[in-house]
């Protein structure tokens, strides 16, 4: 083989939105090239990325502990071994994807949404043109900046609709982080009764992600989670969880989000990633940020290890997080981020279950608000294209 590319990554947004494409475009342009997802440590992750990451075809997956052994003064792992090279962080920290450079002697590369600059980047890919100008202000020098694209855009574009199997279409996406599911899932499953309630025919699925655990899909369905906000359990029938009414969700496979995106009138959403790729998708949806349990809520920098402290941690991060979410000003859906735009609904603050299901029953009542936020949608989201930039810059810094 010629080269090594190491991606490296760390929660499952980046893995799937980012990772996946890149490895894809590698893999078409560059057969010859080894490619090594190198997942670091990561207070947004799950515990199941390395997993979920060999899965995807590359020559090797090294763990978190494997980088941080490696960036501590270990031996070189036999997967990163190679001539020539480039490290490419596609989410996490950068300083630890140029350290893992600079012990190479591999240039490094970064892509990310929040465009912070490292002198040891040789370059900085950013997806808009309003990032770039960010960039540039934060102190990256303008010839090592390229404006490529969204890769979230790749990942979804390849998938066709899935089939037609309900009217109305809900799709529920309570995350892919264990006491996410716990917390979330049981207030959905109480907002799918109601709306089954007033729409006879609705249909509902779930794309159950990779990265939960067998337990906490148990407790989110039995809705005996202790992180609970709301809501109540159901029970597993096969592949269908059904509510004591009677109300049946579809737990589809990770791997059909994108076609069921592509076909549902509505989401029931968290913030995150999903949300890009549902607005990629077309599809507009209902986005809550729970506050009812703020300490299941990851924080970033020294909030997340203040949080870890013994008897003090836990209210201590109840109070960060109800201060951050107080003060946030910009939406928490990425479309409407993106966009500036009301593409998505937004619920913020300490929600209930009618409180949810109000808003989700207005969306799906109100055909010409959906058709046009679904127009906008296509119209305003990134388009495909992002990956094969990123690669073609990468082997071309890595040959020269």
């Known amino acids: 083989m010629s080269g090594t590319i190491i991606l490296v990554s760390n929660g499952p947004g980046e893995l799937q939105a980012w990772v996946r494409p890149v490895l894809r475009e590698l893999r078409e342009v560059a057969p010859d090239r080894k490619v090594v997802i190198s997942l670091i440590p990561c207070q947004f992750a799950s515990g199941n990325e390395t997993r979920l990451a060999e899965t995807f075809g590359a020559d090797h997956v090294t763990s978190?502990?494997?980088?941080?052994?490696f960036l501590a003064g270990d031996r070189t792992p036999a997967a990163f071994r190679g001539d020539s090279g480039a490290v490419v962080s596609l989410g996490g920290n950068t300083r630890m994807a140029v350290r893992m450079g600079r012990?190479?002697?591999?240039?490094?590369?970064?892509?990310?949404?929040?465009?912070?600059?490292?002198?040891?980047?040789?370059k900085l890919f950013v997806h808009d043109d309003r990032a770039r100008r960010k960039a540039r202000l934060l102190g990256a020098p303008d010839n090592r900046l390229a404006t490529i694209g969204n890769i979230v855009a790749d990942a979804v574009a390849q998938a066709e609709p899935a089939e037609a199997y309900g009217d109305p279409q809900l799709l529920l996406v309570p995350g892919s982080r264990d006491r996410y599911v716990r917390a979330i899932l049981p207030l959905m499953l109480a907002v799918a009764e109601q709306v089954a309630a007033a729409w006879p025919g609705a249909a509902f699925s779930w794309p159950v992600s990779r990265l939960l655990s067998d337990d906490a899909i148990a407790d989110a369905i039995a809705g005996t989670g202790s992180e609970r906000i709301g809501g109540f359990g159901g029970e597993r029938v096969g592949d269908e969880v059904v509510t004591p009414s009677g109300v049946r969700v579809r737990m589809i496979d990770e791997a059909e989000r994108y076609p069921v995106m592509k076909s549902a009138d509505l989401a029931l959403a968290i913030p995150g990633t999903n949300t890009l790729e549902m607005g990629i998708a077309g599809l507009p949806a209902v986005v809550v940020l729970p506050l009812n349990r703020p300490e299941i809520i990851p924080l970033e920098g020294p909030g997340h290890w203040l949080s870890l402290l013994p008897v003090i941690g836990t209210p201590l991060k109840r109070h960060a997080v109800r201060l951050f979410a107080e003060?946030?000003?910009y939406p928490v859906a990425l479309p409407n981020q993106f966009s500036?735009?009301?593409?998505?609904?937004?619920?913020?603050?300490?929600?209930?279950?009618?409180?949810?299901?109000q808003l989700v029953l207005?969306?799906?009542?109100?055909?010409?608000?959906l058709e046009h936020r679904r127009r906008r949608l296509l119209e305003t989201m990134p388009q495909p294209g992002a990956a094969r930039r990123l690669v073609s810059e990468i082997l071309q810094g890595s040959s020269a």
Do not use: C
């Open 103 to 122: 012990r190479l002697g591999f240039p490094t590369y970064r892509y990310s949404f929040i465009p912070f600059w490292h002198h040891g980047l040789r």
């Open 64 to 69: 978190p502990a494997e980088a941080v052994r």
């Open 327 to 329: 003060r946030m000003n």
């Open 362 to 369: 207005a969306d799906l009542a109100d055909t010409q608000l």
């Open 340 to 357: 500036g735009e009301q593409l998505m609904t937004e619920l913020k603050g300490i929600v209930t279950v009618d409180q949810v299901a």
